[in-house]
Structures are given as structure tokens and as C-alpha cells.
């Protein structure tokens, strides 16, 4: 039985950081592509970061240079360090995983997700 477990979401002030980590477990993590989405109140869920399991990023126009997706293969958790962070990235983030090792920006692509997290930037 896969399961995605995400923690590190908070309150935090804008300009701030938080580091989302995201454990699978029951599942070949190394062989498969990653993704972080994110979701606010009313809206669709939304691509933020994806990693492919050769390690490459890839990253939603509103958060590159912002954001940074990585991976531990030896832990089976990927990260998304978020900096500078604004009051429109306010949502729940949710951890995706695919059952291919490239990746992609559409949520209907990922099987696996974890319960999501909520992050709160305050203004």
C-alpha cells in the first residue's frame, strides 16, 4: 500500500520560508517522477514542481526562483523549499507521485497523493 505523508506547512509571514517534506513509503521511490500541487480555497489544483527520477526540476512560472523541489532517494522523501513567499501562495500542497520516472504539470498524470498540508502566508 503506497502512502504519501506530507508535514512542514505553517503559518508564516510574507517574505518567509518553510520547507514542505513529503515520506512515501510502500512504493519505489527512486524509479518515479515527483510533484508537489497546491490548492486554495475555491480553486483548481494547481502544478507547483515536479522532479523526474533522474533529478531534473521543473517548476510553475509563479514559483521559479523562488521555490526548490528536491529529492532523497535513500529516505524516499522529496522536498519544496519555499522562500520569499507571498500571500498568493497561500493553499494546501499536496505531494504527488507517478508511476513513470519523467514527470509532468498535469495532476490527472499522478497516481499517488498524499492528505496535503496547509501553508498560510500572512500579510
Known amino acids: 500500500q503506497v502512502q504519501l505523508v506530507e508535514s512542514g506547512g505553517g503559518l508564516v509571514q510574507a517574505g518567509g520560508s518553510l520547507r514542505l517534506s513529503c515520506a512515501a513509503s510502500g512504493y519505489t521511490f527512486s524509479s518515479y517522477g515527483m510533484a508537489w500541487f497546491r490548492q486554495a480555497p475555491g480553486k483548481q489544483r494547481d502544478f507547483v514542481a515536479a522532479?523526474?527520477?533522474?533529478?531534473?526540476?521543473n517548476y510553475a512560472d509563479s514559483v521559479k526562483g523562488r521555490f526548490t523541489i528536491s529529492r532523497d532517494n535513500a529516505k524516499n522523501t522529496v522536498y519544496l523549499q519555499m522562500n520569499s513567499l507571498k500571500t498568493e501562495d497561500t493553499a494546501v500542497y499536496y505531494c504527488s507521485g507517478s508511476i513513470w520516472g519523467y514527470t509532468s504539470t498535469r495532476a490527472a498524470n499522478y497516481v499517488y497523493w498524499g492528505q496535503g498540508t496547509q501553508v498560510t502566508v500572512s500579510s
Open positions: 522532479m523526474s527520477s533522474g533529478g531534473n526540476p
